[in-house]
Each structure stands twice: as structure tokens, then as C-alpha cells.
């Protein structure tokens, strides 16, 4: 009897392994046949490039701010 119930509970063991691992695989082609349909009828737009030189001119005018501050805490030590 005991074997029998051994038996029985492999056979539910991969029964259901196997039907999860299925169900995934189901799961995984739908999520890229979906990526696929958005790709086609809502293409990503290009991201539009700002000009580096402000940026630049910006951050140089911080750096510059942080070395004049740290020069003249240095002064008055």
C-alpha cells in the first residue's frame, strides 16, 4: 500500500512540474509576440539630443563655484 502511495505521488509530482513548466513556456511566447505587436504600431521615438554645450557651460560654472568656495575656506583657516 505504501508503495502504491510513493507511486501515486511521483506520478502528481511531474504531472504538475510538467504543467507549470508548460504554462511558463505558454507565458514567455505570448509575452514576446506581445513585445513584438507594441514594436510594430508603437515604435519607440528617437530621444531628441540637447545641445552639450549648455550642459557643459553649466557644470563648468559649478566646478568653478566649488574651487573659488574651497579656496577661500582655505584662506581663512
Given at each position: ?37 507594441i514594436n510594430k504600431y508603437f515604435p ?30 582655505r584662506k581663512n583657516q
Open positions: 500500500m505504501e508503495i502504491d502511495l510513493v507511486g501515486e505521488s511521483l506520478k502528481f509530482m511531474v504531472l504538475g512540474m510538467a504543467i507549470v513548466f508548460v504554462f511558463l513556456m505558454v507565458l514567455v511566447q505570448i509575452v514576446k509576440l506581445q513585445a513584438l505587436i519607440e521615438k528617437a530621444p531628441e539630443v540637447t545641445p552639450a554645450s549648455s550642459n557643459t557651460t553649466q557644470e563648468a560654472h559649478h566646478v568653478a563655484a566649488i574651487i573659488a568656495a574651497v579656496s577661500e575656506f
